[in-house]
């Protein structure tokens, strides 16, 4: 198999490219030669489609992959199919990420990682190892991941090297000053040493070739206005008050959720106007962008395309 990784900011126009490859490759390649999975913290969930930016997809039994959300005839996995009240983890992706391949009738050629959360592109692209955790033991790893949470990036590099000094000289520069990657390897062994682990029984997939490509338009703050604007005509805010009235999302997840659903918060409960919500979800989303275009410029693996025909000529596809 071969990893095909689309990522990017938001609006960048990832979900397109990625049908176009997928569909690319089913033509030279086969039917069912590529599927897209996401790789998309908000897009996991049911019923949050226009605030998400969720392709129009619609779930449909597939001989060679049982249950997928098609879209444009690409069955897409990892989306759409989580409760909107639940939490959603990097964990949680990994271990839905490696459950899917035992799930196959047979493996595809090319698999695609598409979506804006580039830290589970990164688990995914560096096999990151999962842990699962006893539930007779929760509530100890709990306790301690809240003291790691209390503690900055200085004080958790000397705990890991504390546990283990040559993790840390295999970081990167950005790993090393990271406080979420460092506490995730600190769990990781401290969980292993005192035993909080469940075996996992979905290995790891394996992939023969691995790529990771990079979008970003020159005219991505244009897009993100655009979008917004066609979002509010869709109706987010009659979806995401429906959602709310019906029990379907708790009030308190808006803030989890972050962006459109965090300056819906205020305008729901009357604490804004329209147009101050408005004006606010245009600088959620800039930050954002800001944010994600640091995260990713970070990444020294990643190769910056504008368009599907450069990843074909770098991968020879």
Known sequence: MTLISILGPTS?????????LAQYLDHK?????AVIISCDSRQVYKDLNIGTGKIEGKWVDNSTYGHSFEYKNIPHFLIDYVD???KYSLNQFLFDFNKLFSQWNSLPKFVILCGGTGL????VFEDYKLDLIDPDYENEYEKYRKELNGLNATHLQLLL??????YLKGFNYSDQNNPRRLISKILSLVSAKNNW??????PTPKF???????LEPENIKERIELRLEQRLKDGIVEETAALIQSGKLQIEK???LGLEYEEFYYYFYGLTTYDEYTKGLLRQNLSYLKRQKTWFKKQDLLVKVDALEEILKITKL
């Open 12 to 20: 960048s126009g990832k979900s397109e490219m990625a049908v176009k």
């Open 29 to 33: 390649y086969g039917k069912s030669s």
């Open 84 to 86: 909107a009240n639940q």
């Open 120 to 123: 589970f592109a990164k688990a």
């Open 161 to 166: 090297n504390s546990l283990n000094f040559d």
């Open 197 to 202: 682990l469940l075996e996992s029984s979905y």
């Open 208 to 214: 023969d070739l691995k790529w990771q490509f990079y």
């Open 254 to 256: 808006l803030f989890s």
